[in-house]
């Protein structure tokens, strides 16, 4: 059979009688690549026995079966499929023809004939070809790194907070500290930081690989949330986003991130890294909410529910994380453990007699004052589900995330003792978005040893909290009113104390009064697919926490706009 019955032949060249006009716009790219050479030996159809659609007693197997094995200018479907009976276009007829002719020695007159045909699509294609190696060698040359991407993200927030209710207790819970119970310290916190505000955070993050499998992660970041949004006045009031720069100075840029991670094996990734996040290496998120198209606005529910556990410790760091490998949607186990030293770059150590406390140039890796957390979960995940235990030990200075501001003023004897923290979590989705949002809950404990503050025999007066709690809530819908859309609810109790200890001097009520609420809800506006507008608002029932006292309440309201740029 001569060359040109074969290609007349061929069902692949049945779409080359079709009369149409070869113009550039209506070359397809997709079905051209489908007819390319293989770019692999993996992918190279050797023989017609390979196409599990072609059968001997097809009428043309046997001249498909030529171009495969004499000339190898054929290609399949990744299913192992020719599709003979699907019609193709005159560009995707030529491709296979400009396939061919580099294999082909001798020039017929069939051949010329087939040439002449199909010289106006040869031409286009092997001159699109020519300007995308161009395109790619310009791209090359002028490119950021061969090794690199960058991405950024900055975040807008316009809004404000409003603090109501009767003023804060005064001298029943810290006689010796007259800051905290200053009649005036509601009035106060609402002067300082009640103000509306325009600010920014800005996040600019390398990743870099070296096999395609490790990273390299760096980020800078900047801002200038100098105000209620970064926990000024109420720790419970900072956002998810909310940076003021490096060493709280606004507008100052620094490295916010750096490690490295890479796999071991199929099961297992390692990290190591001068500044790295523990809640950031987990095996798997326990929680939903603010994940996916979502949002989270306060930092409280970025926590899971167990600030004490979820604590965000982040400094020198180590963590390995262990994943089981099973098939695509099968439910799997999986395990992290990691270990964090905040002041893992400072060479000097406490002595441990001297000094009462761990100062500002203490610290190291595995001294007293590493301020260290050792983070540990476990989970089970499901294509629709997921249950996880988490446990975190706390070295002297290590700290809980967030809480009242009753359980922040015993962040003193919080520095001085060692904490032991757990954290039970699940989270429910459904298959698809419509009415019925995603689930996500998380429980907390944490307890507080004070042995390591007697041991100093230091007299202390005011009680502090040895046992404290947390728990919350989150409601997460997507698609909502316009696909690309989201909407969400949080509440939950950030750290409140559930017992404390009486002073050494036998002053101080030790039964907690500490119980408060936080809520949040937001609506995500996906205006492109880089850019969205969340506005949200906030309420905080008793943030005071026990300070509130003598049955004075004391709440606060906040609203915001934010407004989120990816790039």
Not at 146 to 168: I, P, Y
Not at 291 to 301: M, P, V
Not at 423 to 439: D, R, T, V
């Amino acid at each position: 059979m001569k060359l040109f019955s074969r290609f007349v032949l061929a069902p692949a060249l049945l779409g080359m009688a079709t009369p149409m006009a070869a113009s550039a716009a209506e070359l397809n790219l997709t079905d051209v690549n489908r007819y390319s050479p293989p770019v692999s030996t993996k992918e190279q159809v050797t023989s017609i026995t390979q196409f599990s659609d072609v059968q001997p007693t097809s009428w043309a197997y046997q001249a498909l079966s030529n171009l495969v094995e004499r000339y190898g200018c054929v290609a399949g479907y990744p299913n192992g499929t020719f599709k003979g009976n699907q019609p193709l276009t005159r560009w995707e007829a030529a491709a296979l023809l400009n396939a061919c002719l580099d294999r082909i020695t001798e020039v017929t007159d069939e051949l010329q004939r087939l040439l002449k045909e199909y010289q106006k699509e040869l031409a286009i294609l092997r001159g699109r070809v020519d300007g995308l190696e161009a395109k790619v060698g310009e791209l090359e040359a002028t490119q950021f790194s061969t090794t690199t991407k960058l991405q950024g993200e900055a975040t807008f927030v316009l809004g404000g907070v409003d603090a109501t209710g009767d003023k804060a207790v005064r001298g029943s819970v810290f006689p010796n500290n007259p800051e905290l119970n200053n009649r005036s310290a509601a009035s106060k916190y609402k002067a300082l930081y009640g103000a509306t505000t325009f600010s920014y955070d800005l996040r600019l993050n390398f990743l870099t690989s070296f096999s395609g499998k490790d990273l390299l992660y760096t980020r800078l970041r900047s801002g200038n949330f100098n105000n209620a949004f970064n926990g000024n006045g109420l720790n419970l009031t900072a956002l998810d986003k909310a940076s003021n720069g490096v060493n709280n100075n606004s507008d100052a840029i620094g490295v916010d991130r750096l490690y490295y991670s890479f796999p071991w094996g199929k099961d297992f990734t390692f990290v190591l890294g001068a500044r790295a996040r523990n809640t950031e290496h987990l095996g798997v998120t326990p929680s939903l909410y603010g994940s996916g198209k979502g949002e989270r606005i306060l930092d409280l529910f970025a926590l899971n529910g167990a600030p004490g556990t979820y604590n965000k410790a982040t400094g020198s760091m180590g963590a390995v994380i262990w994943k089981q490998n099973v098939k695509k949607g099968q439910g799997r186990f999986s395990a992290s453990a990691s270990y964090v030293a905040p002041q893992g770059n400072v060479g000097t150590p406490n002595d441990g007699v001297s000094d009462f406390t761990c100062s500002t140039g203490e610290g190291g890796i595995g001294t007293d004052c590493s301020r260290s957390s050792f983070l540990t979960q476990l989970a089970y995940t499901a294509p629709q589900w997921s249950v996880s235990a988490a446990y975190r030990y706390g070295q002297a200075a290590s700290n809980f995330r967030r809480g009242t501001n009753f359980v922040a003023s015993n962040s003193w004897f919080l520095a001085n003792g060692e904490s032991n923290s757990v954290a039970l979590n699940a989270y429910w989705q459904p298959k698809k978005s419509g009415w019925f949002p995603s689930i996500s809950l998380g429980w907390g404990y944490n307890s507080l040893s004070g042995n390591s503050i007697r041991s100093t025999g230091f007299e202390f007066v005011n009680p502090y909290v040895t046992e404290s709690q947390s728990w919350f809530a989150g409601l997460q819908w997507t698609d909502v009113f316009a696909k690309g859309n989201s909407a969400g609810m949080a509440v939950g109790q950030p750290t409140f104390a559930t017992a404390l200890t009486r002073g050494s001097s036998g002053v101080g009520n030790t039964t907690p009064a500490d119980g408060n609420y936080a809520w949040e809800w937001w609506y995500k506006f996906q205006v492109t697919d880089n850019i969205s507008v969340t506005p949200a608002i906030f309420y905080l029932s008793r943030p005071l926490g026990q300070l509130t006292g003598n049955g004075n309440s004391f709440s606060t309201l906040g609203y915001l706009v934010q407004t989120t740029f990816k790039f």
